[in-house]
């Protein structure tokens, strides 16, 4: 069974909070994303895994060729937009022209085109951003990985599917890719990335990738470069937003080795070629 293996490239300060703004970190701090990404980029060859880089346009930008290191090791590079904002808090106008120089950015660097996005932290859904689909469509991307099936404070949709779906929409169709979830104690764990990843048991997070397997279905897992750092500095958070920011961070790494030295990955690009009659159709 291989399972889907993602990182949103971005700046450690790169986030979205309360009563928080990342710019002016941009450009005045150093953003670590290059030895960070550079650490991930060892672990999977060392672990012989695959992976898809959602890379941030204005992080391609700073690091083009940390960009053109990533695509030269067979890893898929696609985009998380060209600035870490909320697509709901977007107009659909103002989010196409993002989507546009986000894509042109990484486009220009790899020389390759890009076939999937994911939303900065998972911003959207089908009450909220009704036309994000549409869009994507419309500027010839196959699929999404954005579609959260839980809802929390700041994001999510309760209406998604647990595993990758197909969306229909007026002018094509698109895969949507969520993280994943499992049943626990009568809830919908998380435990595939991010904060969910870092605090678990391995045990946990093993049970769940069980569960996947036992539905035939592949675990997405994600996680961020600075989620591997336990350097990474501290942000001007609430005590709530900065265990999410932090917490775990020291174990990550040996967590993340243990977990793929147990499984085989694959990017989203070749989970789509390899489970889709006629990915072409998209």
Known sequence: MKHILSFDIEAWYHGTFTDYDYRPYVNTVD???VPQTERILELLEATGSCATFFILGETAKRHPELVRTISSTGNEVASHFMHHDLIYNLSPEAFR???RIGISTIMEITGKPVLGFRAPSWSVNMKKTPWYWE???SEGLKYSSSRFPIEN?????SDSPLFPHEIETKTGKIMEIPPSVFPFWGRSLPFSGGFYLR???RSI???GIKWYESKEQPVVFYLHPKEIDPHTPSLPLSIKERIIHRAGIKKCYRK???I???IETVSIWDYIVESTDNPTAL
Request: glycine share 4%; proline share 4%; net charge negative.
């Open 31 to 33: 953003d670590l994303v």
């Open 97 to 99: 022209d993002e989507l």
């Open 199 to 201: 605090m678990l048991p």
């Open 135 to 137: 869009i994507l469509v």
């Open 205 to 207: 997070i093993m049970k």
């Open 153 to 157: 404070y700041m994001y999510g949709d």
């Open 260 to 262: 793929l030295s147990e």
């Open 256 to 258: 993340l080795n243990a």
